[in-house]
């Protein structure tokens, strides 16, 4: 679905997904708030359906579908938190969901793609190998492709849960949202147009993922190249769909560095008690890296997503005894 | 304060405390219902301030002060969540407050009181000299001793949990606290009774501290021995003021081996993204070694406190490559 999305997209995805994902809470600490010399208010992406944001999308797309286009199924080439959320979405309305991954994917993913009733078609490990793959079962199957980010459907779904942070806490002066392949900074940025225009929306990115950051430089869409960034979620580039979001609509893009990104990471699971993965801590620690926009102003961030390998932390957690 | 508090000390808790302490949110989990044979509703005192339901109790002891008792600050002798929730209370009303620690006691400890901004006193590590050590600074400085849980402030205060829980979900049928001193399980029995008396509360308790399970099946409050267990919140034993409670108003205690807790822990860091300590674990790990009472019920389960240190998890988490 090629055609930029508006608020009446929005709001109709938050009635068609309403039954299937969760309304995550917004929560506050003192301690961050110090920190930032700002008010943050953070909006639970991570205690969503599938533990992040791209549930929102992932069901909007689903159930937009016919019951006759829905028969056929759906099919993604991510292997990341979208496709997961693609299968649980399929599973709810009780259709099929083919995600095609590498063949050197990491067993997790594809146990979790498994866990949520996806099948897995492997391919090699290239970017063209992919979308073969995936046209090639489209073709045959008449699975219904549904892109990460660069799909209407997606970003609508994506802007409810800017709808929703916007509808929790009033008067915000800014959000700010990570930003990989722009779905869920666009979708922030149709919902912040309509019910808060004074509201800023700021993009957050990763240092070594920063393509968005380079764009609007540049004044045009460039590839995201040789991403390297603890922050799987983010290492895509843009899109046709996204890039005018991001060119046009935000304030602008906050980058972050590696260590602050985990140092955010580890704050927020400390302070928060809050499991977050990396990607979704690159807004506080971008935001705690440019404080200076943000002083005494009412800071909306989110956290986008949860789903971090316990058994591959990036911080040191060596076994020591409880009371030493 | 020796007397036993009624739904009108937690109702005046509620309000004494509603601007100290956050309304937490109550978070459900599809994984977890299917694990369960259950409706499960997680009331998330992990997201509490100070991470713990204490904030709660010690709050209402705080606020409950006149402001000349106030002056001469408070006192415990509890270097856990009880001791930095207390700090934390008189510091939000500008008391001084006193910690009498063992001079062994972890390190993290006393940081997080210093955090807090309270004041250590260190004694040898025996029970007679911590009590010894805080009568004498009472009678020195007349700072209001707070006990952690035998005190009716502090129980009418840890009610104010359940209240909230019963008003945000309609219809439960029973709701499992775990068990330690037995102040959140002596207020959660109070908001229950009065609220939803056809609710059953069960009390959840390790296999290794399990004082109350004993005390029930003897008919008399008996000591804690010895306790062996991983949930260093539930290591205390009952008071007089809340045997009353555990021996008349609950539905049971249950146990939960040490394993169980173990895996009950890391099951809601991953599927609920919620970091919880040992403690908070108890009930969960409890309810699916004892699913038969709740099989098809809605259950309400108290996560306790999330104050875990992440450089001391009680599961393996080895650094290794993130892709491998």
Redesign the interface.
């Known amino acids: 679905m090629k055609t930029a999305p508006d608020i009446s997209d929005v709001r109709a995805a938050r009635e068609r997904i309403m039954p299937h994902v ?1 309304q995550t ?1 917004v ?2 600490c ?1 301690h961050m708030d110090a920190l930032a010399g700002a008010r943050l208010f953070f909006k639970c992406e ?2 969503q ?1 599938v ?1 992040a944001f791209k549930a929102r999308g992932a069901c909007n797309a689903v159930y937009s579908l016919t019951d006759e286009a829905a028969g056929a199924g759906v099919l993604t080439h991510s292997s990341g938190n979208h496709g997961q959320a693609l299968c649980y979405a399929a599973a709810r309305r009780g259709i099929p969901a083919t995600v095609v991954m590498p063949e050197n994917a ?1 067993a997790p993913k594809k146990a979790a793609v498994r866990g949520y009733g996806g099948t897995i078609v492997e391919c090699a490990p290239t970017t063209a190998a992919r979308e073969e793959t995936a046209a090639r079962i489209g073709a045959e199957t008449g699975a219904e492709f549904v892109h990460p980010y660069n799909d209407s459907r997606v970003i609508a779904g994506q802007g409810t849960c800017a709808l929703e942070l916007l509808e929790q806490v009033d008067g915000l002066d800014a959000v700010i949202a990570p930003v990989g392949g722009g779905g869920l900074v666009s979708g922030t940025c149709i919902a912040v147009k309509a019910l808060a225009p004074d509201t800023l929306v700021h993009a957050a990115e990763p240092s070594g993922a920063d393509d968005a950051w380079r764009s609007r430089r540049a004044g045009r869409m460039l590839p995201q190249e040789d991403p390297r960034t ?1 922050a ?1 979620g983010l290492r895509t580039g843009l899109g046709e769909l996204t890039w005018p979001f991001v060119s046009r609509d935000i304030a602008g893009v906050l980058l972050s560095e590696e260590r602050d990104i985990v140092a955010a990471m ?1 704050l927020i ?2 302070r ?5 993965e990396p990607s979704a801590a690159v807004p506080l620690a971008a935001m705690l890296a440019h404080p200076e926009p943000f002083r005494e102003k009412r800071v909306g961030i989110i956290l986008s997503g ?1 789903n971090v ?16």
Chains 1, 2 share one sequence.
Not at 272 to 276: C, F, I, P, R, S
């Open positions: 969760h809470p929560l506050t003192g991570n205690l359906k533990g990491p603890i799987d580890r699971w400390e928060m008690k809050l499991v977050v949860g390998d316990l058994e591959a932390l990036p911080f040191s957690l060596a076994p020591r005894d409880r009371d030493g």
